[in-house]
């Protein structure tokens, strides 16, 4: 279901969002949407590269593993 969330924008960025919109022809709402979206999906995740990387980085799974047992067992501290 949808949600509506109110935003608060500055004249300025207002016109630069509307300009873009139309640019697109898409609604505002639709345009700021896609735009987070877009960056959430480009910034959000570890892409398949990073992940073969972390996956082969013994010494890092290894404190992983340790900071998991560590939590589970309530040592050390947690900030």
């Known amino acids: 279901m949808s949600k509506t969330v109110t935003l608060r924008l500055n004249e300025k ?18 345009f700021i949407e896609t735009v987070a979206l877009r960056y959430i999906e480009e910034h959000g995740y570890v892409d398949e590269f990073e992940m073969t990387e972390i996956h082969a980085n013994e010494e890092l799974n290894r ?6 047992q560590d939590a589970k067992s309530v040592r050390g501290q947690f900030a």
């Open 63 to 68: 404190s992983i593993r340790n900071g998991l």
């Open 13 to 30: 960025t207002y016109r630069q969002f509307r300009e873009l919109a139309e640019q697109d022809n898409r609604p505002l709402s639709n």
